[in-house]
C-alpha cells in the first residue's frame, strides 16, 4: 500500500513504536507546514492511504475529487472538523478515526495552559531575552496566590486546570453549560453568579471550549470589553470560539490587558502573518498544546493500527462503513 503522511510538521512519526510496524509499505512523511490546498494534491497524488492528523489544512471535495487513486483516510483523532466526510463517501473513500487518550485528568493541553500563564504573569519571553541581551530585570510580575482564575468550560482540560488553581491557591470561578457548571460545583468549585461576573471578576481567563457551530463566536467582543485592564485571557482550545476580530480590538483597547494564545483561524501561521505576532501584550504559541511525546505516540499508534486493519481487510473505526457497500455492488 502506497501511504502518503502529510502535516507531520515535528517529524514525530518516525520517532514512534508504531512506525516499524509500516514497513513492507511504501511510506512517504511530509514535513512541511502549508495552507495551500494544493500541495495537499501533490503530496497526496498516486497514493492509496492517507494518514492525516487531526485538525491540519481543511481536506476539502475539490481537494479529494483531485486524488483518484486515494481509497482510505486514517484520522489519528475523532475531531474530523476539517474533513469532508460526505465528500470521502460520495468518491468512494473510507474513513477510520480514532479517539484520544483519556484517562489524565490534566492532559498536555492543560500543562501548556499553565506553562503560558506563568510565561505571561512572570513575563518569562521578555526577560530571557533581556538577559542574554545583556540586561538584568526590568519588569515586576504578578503573582497567582489570592488571585481569581475564571474557567469557562469544566471539561476533561478544564477541571484540570482548575484543581492546578487551587493548588496555587487561586479562587476557581467556573462557567459554561449546565453540565459543565453542575460537575464544578459537585467538585466544591464556585459558579459565578452570571456570565458579566464571570467576565468582570477573572485576573486570568482560560477557554476550555469546543469549537463547533454551535459554540463559534461564543466568547463576544462585550465579554471581552468587561475584562479587567490587568487581566490575562488564555485560549489553548480554538480560535474561532472567539468573536472573528473581537481578541485583537480588545487587546489594543486595553481590556482584557493581556492574552495568552495558541491557537489561530487559520493554521498553520506562517511568515509571521497575524496581528497578534505584532503586539507586545499577547504571547503566542504554534498549537504546541498537542505537542508532546507520549500523545504522538498514542495518536500515531491508533492511526497505524488503522492502516494495518484496512490492509488487511478488516477496517475499524470507520466514519462511513457504506463506502464498503458501495465498492460491492461496483
Given at each position: 500500500?502506497?501511504?502518503?503522511?502529510?502535516?507531520?510538521?515535528?517529524?514525530?512519526?518516525?520517532?514512534?513504536?508504531?512506525?516499524?510496524?509500516?514497513?513492507?509499505?511504501?511510506?512517504?512523511?511530509?514535513?512541511?507546514?502549508?495552507?495551500?490546498?494544493?500541495?495537499?494534491?501533490?503530496q497526496v497524488d498516486g497514493c492509496d492511504a492517507l494518514l492525516l492528523t487531526q485538525q491540519r489544512v481543511n481536506i476539502t471535495h475539490d481537494i479529494l475529487r483531485q486524488l483518484p487513486a486515494l481509497k482510505f483516510i486514517s484520522?489519528?483523532?475523532?475531531?474530523?472538523?476539517?474533513?469532508?466526510?460526505?465528500?470521502?463517501?460520495?468518491?468512494?473513500?473510507?474513513?477510520?478515526?480514532?479517539?484520544?487518550?483519556?484517562?489524565?485528568?490534566?492532559?498536555?493541553?492543560?500543562?501548556?495552559?499553565?506553562?503560558?500563564?506563568?510565561?505571561?504573569?512572570?513575563?518569562?519571553?521578555?526577560?530571557?531575552?533581556?538577559?542574554?541581551?545583556?540586561?538584568w530585570h526590568s519588569t515586576i510580575g504578578t503573582r497567582l496566590h489570592g488571585r481569581t482564575l475564571g474557567i469557562y468550560a469544566f471539561g476533561r482540560i478544564g477541571s484540570?486546570?482548575?484543581?492546578?488553581?487551587?493548588?496555587?491557591?487561586?479562587?476557581?470561578?467556573?462557567?459554561?453549560?449546565?453540565?459543565?457548571?453542575?460537575?464544578?460545583?459537585?467538585?466544591?468549585?464556585?459558579?459565578?453568579?452570571?456570565?458579566?461576573?464571570f467576565f468582570e471578576s477573572a485576573d486570568v481567563l482560560s477557554l476550555h471550549i469546543k469549537s463547533n457551530?454551535?459554540?463559534?463566536?461564543?466568547?463576544?467582543?462585550?465579554?471581552?470589553?468587561?475584562m479587567k485592564p490587568t487581566a490575562l485571557l488564555v485560549?489553548?482550545?480554538r480560535a474561532p470560539i472567539i468573536e472573528d476580530g473581537a481578541l485583537v480590538a480588545a487587546l489594543h483597547q486595553g481590556r482584557p490587558g493581556f492574552a495568552a494564545i495558541d491557537v489561530f483561524e487559520d493554521e498553520p501561521v506562517i511568515g509571521a502573518n497575524h496581528p497578534l505576532l505584532n503586539m507586545k501584550n499577547a504571547l503566542c504559541t504554534p498549537h504546541l498544546g498537542y505537542n508532546e511525546k507520549s500523545s504522538y505516540e498514542h495518536v500515531y499508534a491508533g492511526g497505524v493500527e488503522q492502516?494495518?486493519?484496512?490492509?488487511?481487510?478488516?477496517?475499524?473505526?470507520?466514519?462511513?462503513?457504506?463506502?464498503l457497500e458501495q465498492r460491492k455492488t461496483v
Open positions: 500500500m502506497k501511504i502518503a503522511v502529510i502535516h507531520d510538521y515535528a517529524d514525530a512519526l518516525r520517532k514512534t513504536r508504531a512506525f516499524p510496524r509500516l514497513q513492507g509499505h511504501e511510506v512517504m512523511i511530509y514535513n512541511d507546514p502549508y495552507l495551500d490546498p494544493a500541495r495537499v494534491v501533490e484520522q489519528t483523532g475523532r475531531n474530523v472538523s476539517h474533513l469532508d466526510v460526505n465528500a470521502c463517501t460520495e468518491l468512494g473513500i473510507l474513513v477510520s478515526a480514532g479517539g484520544h487518550e483519556g484517562d489524565n485528568p490534566y492532559t498536555v493541553t492543560g500543562e501548556l495552559a499553565w506553562a503560558l500563564i506563568l510565561a505571561s504573569l512572570r513575563h518569562l519571553p521578555y526577560e530571557v531575552e533581556q538577559l542574554k541581551q545583556g540586561h484540570g486546570v482548575a484543581r492546578v488553581g487551587r493548588a496555587f491557591g487561586m479562587k476557581v470561578l467556573c462557567w459554561g453549560r449546565e453540565s459543565s457548571l453542575a460537575r464544578a460545583r459537585a467538585e466544591g468549585f464556585e459558579v459565578a453568579a452570571s456570565r458579566e461576573a457551530d454551535a459554540t463559534r463566536g461564543i466568547v463576544t467582543a462585550a465579554d471581552l470589553a468587561r485560549n489553548t482550545s492502516l494495518l486493519a484496512y490492509a488487511a481487510g478488516q477496517p475499524v473505526n470507520m466514519l462511513n462503513p457504506e463506502v
